[in-house]
């Protein structure tokens, strides 16, 4: 629907494809991004369970990290994490 | 056209009445003066069975317009009424009821809004509500009330215009006021106005998204159109006033007039105060003074082609604001009476009284005075009429 014309928005702007909005990476706004040092981490999931953005995901060996599409950077799984695990590095 | 009984009953109750006939499926109404008996009279005709409504007792404005939209967001037909600081407080949900495109229906009781606190009548209260992109109708009395209030849903859900209808009802002056009026049968108005069928809903087996963010390559699209279904919904409004004059006998337009024939001076009007100033105008033609009146029926979307022809051979405009716009020199009818007028070659001396503010009475002899100093009158002004210094 990119480049459409007003005539051709569906009345009341709804959306008719559920999810639409996993096109739109948000991960462009970032500046600092999470990086986890898996030594120090305790698998406890306290970084998944704050991200606001439901980016954070486990791996199969138990370790977590972010999707760096949706990831805006914000580091409140730096903050809340127990064992300073996550440390945010500068993009660049 | 069957001949009917016409009965005696207060405004606000045949709001309520009116609204009991429309098959409501949701009502959220939070009372308030002067709206509170359409309040207390549906809640009535709910519990009494008369009305197969869900009515949800809110606790503020505010959720009973999020009700609302909610409600008509999964295709219900959704009620609320409200006024003054109620309508305020609903203020930031409108424009999302607009471009959501639910077709909600509300009676507005106008009152002044604060402060000083006044729970009278004026307009202020609606006139923070024009951009919302709303359809608002103004009633003159008792039966338009009920004749606007039963076509309301019929516009609001009509397929070219799904957009929410407020009815505006000047607080005390017409709600609290016993009228004589007459109801059309339920089964005519269940013909006229069929069951809702919303182009979309919420439901879960069909998920879908309402009033999604919008990025710059988005939303000024999604603006064009909510501004293009409002003007565009005024052909399909005057089609549907067109049908109720052929099944119940009374005419509705977007501006209706009243003895403007050869009129020099054209008093313009809305709401409640029209009938009287109808008066000031026989009054004023027996004492030989070229006047008339023009009454503006329909508010958003501002009839403007309908303005010019009905003021067409007018010398003075004369118009009678019942609310202030601040900071603009005038009220709101007179400066988009005034843009109307922008583009023309030739056009009418405008001059702007605002009266009738907190529930101030505005008398016959009220609009025979506007009117005979209009007449005389050689350039724009604005004055804040029975307002001494």
Known sequence: ?92 | MAKRKRIGMEVALAAAEAVGMCNVDVAAVYPITPQSHIAEHLSELVADGKTDTEYVTVESEHTSMSVCIGASATGARAYTATCSQGLMLMHELLPIASAMRCPIVMSVANRPVNAPLNILSDHSDIMPQRDSGWIVIFSENGQEVVDLTLMAYRIAEDKDIMLPVIIGIDGFILTHMVEPMEFPDQKEIDKFLPPYKPYATLHPDKPLTMGAFAMPDFFPQMMKAKDMALLNSKKTIVKVWDEWERKFGRRYRPVETYRTEGAETILVTMGSMSETAELGVDELRDKGVSVGLVKIRLWRPFPSDELKVAVKDARVLAVMDRAVSPGTGGGPVFTDIKAVFYGEDSRPIIVNYVMGLGGVDVTVGDFVKMGEKAAKAKKEEYEFYGVMG
């Open chain 1, 1 to 92: 629907m990119a480049g459409a014309t007003w005539r051709e928005i569906f009345p009341g702007n709804v959306v008719l494809t559920p999810g639409s909005t996993k096109g739109y990476h948000t991960g462009g706004w970032r500046s600092l991004r999470p990086v986890w040092d898996n030594s120090k981490c305790i698998k406890c999931g306290i970084c998944y369970v704050y991200c606001p953005e439901g980016c954070v995901s486990q791996d199969e060996d138990g370790y977590f990290m972010a999707d760096l599409d949706y990831c805006k950077g914000c580091g409140i799984c730096a903050q809340e994490c127990w064992t300073g695990a996550i440390e945010m590095v500068e993009e660049g």
